[in-house]
């Protein structure tokens, strides 16, 4: 089952450079029991596995709250503006965290997905740069 | 299940150990445990190390093995103890076990950390290496999650900035009184204020430093601490558990659902509750995580902890007093040792040997959190005099 197809609050998914090309979905799962959840686990809150996918990108968020930290570890850009935010998809809330794209927001603020090719220096910090992906999203208020 | 005591406890000075390494922080705190307990190396039945990183930070792995032969400790089984800042309370509840099921009769634990000969950034990324895929490649950090945290708190329960300053303050007033401390120095709230920013609303007073130290605690049965004649405490009481691992996966960010539950846990061993804690430690890695601590483990109302820190019912002399050390915001938070130095404080206070920061005390409380609420033990103490 996929809600790909669905769109809501945005028309449409943008790069930060303004391009529409490949990349990586904000995905979500969706569990059985309807509940969302990003990132993806082996099984939902309730030992449910994944039956579906969401999206993300394709949808608009609150800002929960955000911080900017200005002493970030290597490979990070400083200053980092981030948030924690919620979507809503069709009445059911899910959370990511995310880079923002500036630090001039508010609690409550709408924001969008904008995609980033890479979030970090792959190459600078402790972790193996090939034991994950270093693409996402970061969050822009519309 | 054999009632648990604690009949020895040290710790080292913490701060800067310039040309000490894992290897001399561990065994410095040990060996002046087993002298403080007045048990020898060869009585060890057990010998567990909480640390966190000394692969990642130093480049020595297989610290509790290094350990048992340094203290002439061998043939002592030994583990290592990684709940990432939590180590410390996990080894508490490690050697609890230990005790309690009857594996060994005496039990070693030993909990440090050698962190200043890296850069602060570099600190901070192994830290934050705890963090999931999808928030470590967004560069969150501890700190970070601190400052999302706050300023979800202030919103939400309407208390104002001073209050988390208000935090540092009392607890670097507390750090003074403390030898071990690695910062000794009061502070006001408009220092704390004026502080550069580290993570929006948060500012450099409103963290710990980063520290080399170790810490280490003697456990045996309580009927074998009175045949010793030492002084000592009991555990009464012990919880452990987890929360997300994905934080802005949690219902509510400004709660700790593992605070919850381990004291939970804690209390109902104890067969007491918050109302009966007279001294607490908890883990002010951030001043905003010791508001949510202390409502989490029912001391105060959710939103209300700030009001109490305002009206100094936390302070040495008020009716609960929290981090009489200065906790590791003053003390400094040296990962691995951190939970079992607060333990180490609550000893020192339920045996009356806290010196000038002595408060009226019969149940201590510990509060060791790792990640950002990630896992957390409970420990509860009381005297026994």
Redesign the interface.
């Known amino acids: 089952m996929s809600e790909d197809d669905e769109r809501h609050g945005t028309d449409t998914t943008h790069d930060e450079d303004g391009t529409d090309d490949d990349r990586t979905p904000f995905e979500a799962v969706r569990y059985a029991d309807g509940s969302l ?3 993806g686990h082996p099984v939902g809150p309730d030992g449910s596995e994944p039956v579906g996918t969401v999206d993300l990108s394709e949808h608009t968020a609150r800002v ?14 400083s200053p ?1 503006h ?3 935010v919620e979507f809503d998809v069709d009445g059911e809330p899910i ?5 923002l794209t500036t ?1 001039d927001v508010a ?1 409550g603020d709408e924001v969008r997905p904008v995609y980033a090719a890479e ?2 220096d792959p190459e600078a ?3 193996d740069p090939e ?6 999203y970061r969050f822009e208020p519309v | 299940m054999t009632d648990v005591a604690i009949v020895g406890a040290s710790m080292t000075q913490f701060g800067r150990r310039e040309g000490e390494w894992i290897r001399d922080l561990l065994a410095q705190a040990g060996e002046q445990c087993l002298e403080d307990a007045n048990v020898a190396p060869h009585e060890l039945d057990h010998l567990y190390v909480s640390n966190m990183a000394s692969g990642e930070l130093e480049g020595q792995t297989g610290v509790p093995n290094m350990l048992a032969h340094d203290l002439a400790a061998i043939p002592a089984y030994t583990q290592r103890i990684d709940q990432t800042s939590s180590s410390g309370g996990a080894g508490v509840y490690a050697a609890w076990q230990s005790i309690a099921s009857g594996a060994s009769d005496v039990t070693l634990l030993v909990g440090g950390e050698k962190m200043t000969h890296r850069s602060t950034a570099e600190a901070t990324d192994v830290i934050a290496s705890l963090t999931h895929p999808v928030e470590y490649k967004q560069g969150v950090t501890l700190p970070s999650f601190a400052g999302l945290t706050a300023r979800l708190y202030l919103d939400t329960y309407d208390a104002p900035r001073e209050s988390l300053a208000k935090v540092a303050v009392k607890n670097h007033r507390n750090g003074v009184d403390n030898p071990h401390a690695q910062f000794r120095k009061e502070i006001d709230v408009e220092t704390a204020l004026d502080s550069p920013v580290v993570a929006d609303p948060l500012r450099l007073y409103d963290f710990c430093p980063i520290t080399d130290g170790s810490a280490a605690l003697l456990f045996c049965s309580v009927e074998d601490a009175e045949a010793r004649g030492e002084p000592y405490v009991r555990v009464t009481g012990i919880g452990g558990a987890t929360d997300t691992h994905v934080v802005h996966e949690r219902a509510d960010p400004t709660t700790m659902g593992a605070v919850v539950e381990s004291s939970e846990q804690a209390y109902a061993m104890a067969d007491c509750g918050p109302e009966d804690v007279d001294v607490a430690e908890l883990h002010d890695m951030f001043t905003i995580l010791e508001f949510l601590q202390s409502e989490d483990l029912g001391f105060f109302e959710k939103g209300e902890a700030w009001k109490a820190v305002e009206e100094g019912v936390t302070d040495r002399d008020g009716d609960l007093p929290i981090n009489t050390s200065g906790g590791l915001k003053s003390k400094g938070h040296p990962l691995g040792a951190s939970g079992v130095a607060q333990v180490y404080e609550l000893v020192q206070q339920l045996r009356g040997e806290a010196g000038p920061r002595q408060v009226d005390c019969e149940v201590g409380l510990a509060c060791n959190v790792g990640g950002f609420g990630n896992c957390v033990t409970t420990t509860i103490l009381e005297a026994e005099r």
Request: charged share 15%; no cysteine; glycine share 16%.
């Open positions: 959840g990003y990132p929960v709250t955000w911080t900017t930290a200005t002493s970030p570890p290597p490979g990070v850009r980092n981030l948030a924690i959370r990511a965290l995310g880079q630090g609690i979030l970090r910090g402790i972790r034991s994950q992906e270093w693409d996402g």
